[in-house]
T-cell receptor, first 115, second 113 residues
């Protein structure tokens, strides 16, 4: 059991640049979630995939943000034209297809700093 | 809109004490509730999950209770140790089209050796 992995762990970028993060869920999990966490706050939900379908997007997910999950395996989160307000920890989680459980397991996160 | 509140925001206690962390949520129509631990700069570790039909769950020195009708959950930590120092987050899952977890801001816990 390798758990949820995320890459890179840290990313420093200049304002206006594009960045892309990757998440690899637990292999048998068909549900994948992205969250954003700023200092002193709990994580906030961004978007959710069931297999390759993106089924829900928060209003926090502006037009500059896009997420994909090709073939229902790993997922990428891209932020275009980054702003200083995008600085945060980006967390990925996955959960089992078993309706009775729905326990979410989180990865270590990608910390983004926009300078 | 579901809102989750955690009290206290911070807590510092001597090693060995038993302690209780509180979580409240505004909409009782939840599917489950999870307690997480987060160490500084790290991801979240799931501690306990309570289904809406359950009243409590136990894992080692941790016990979580759920009173769905009153919108409350507590996390009880017995015989606290310095290694328990972390931020503890409560999150509810409502399902039915709201598939993300809704989190509280967490309780920052320090156990003094």
């Amino acid at each position: 059991d390798t758990g949820v992995s995320q890459n890179p762990r840290h990313k420093i970028t200049k304002r206006g640049q594009n960045v892309t993060f990757r998440c690899d869920p637990i292999s048998e999990h068909n549900r994948l979630y992205w969250y954003r966490q700023t200092l002193g706050q709990g994580p906030e939900f961004l978007t959710y995939f069931q297999n390759e379908a993106q089924l829900e997007k928060s209003r926090l997910l502006s037009d500059r943000f896009s997420a994909e999950r090709p073939k229902g395996s790993f997922s990428t989160l891209e932020i275009q034209r980054t702003e200083q307000g995008d600085s945060a920890m980006y967390l990925c989680a996955s959960s089992s297809p078993d309706r009775a459980i729905r326990e979410q397991y989180f990865g270590p996160g990608t910390r983004l700093t926009v300078t | 809109k579901q809102e989750v509140t955690q009290i206290p925001a911070a807590l510092s206690v001597p090693e060995g004490e038993n302690l209780v962390l509180n979580c409240s949520f505004t909409d009782s129509a939840i599917y489950n509730l999870q307690w997480f631990r987060q160490d500084p700069g790290k991801g979240l570790t799931s501690l306990l999950l309570i289904q809406s039909s359950q009243r409590e769950q136990t894992s080692g020195r941790l016990n979580a209770s759920l009173d769905k009708s009153s919108g409350r959950s507590t996390l009880y930590i017995a015989a606290s140790q310095p290694g328990d120092s972390a931020t503890y987050l409560c999150a509810v899952y409502s399902g039915g089209g709201a598939d993300g977890l809704t989190f509280g801001k967490g309780t920052h816990l320090i156990i003094q050796p």
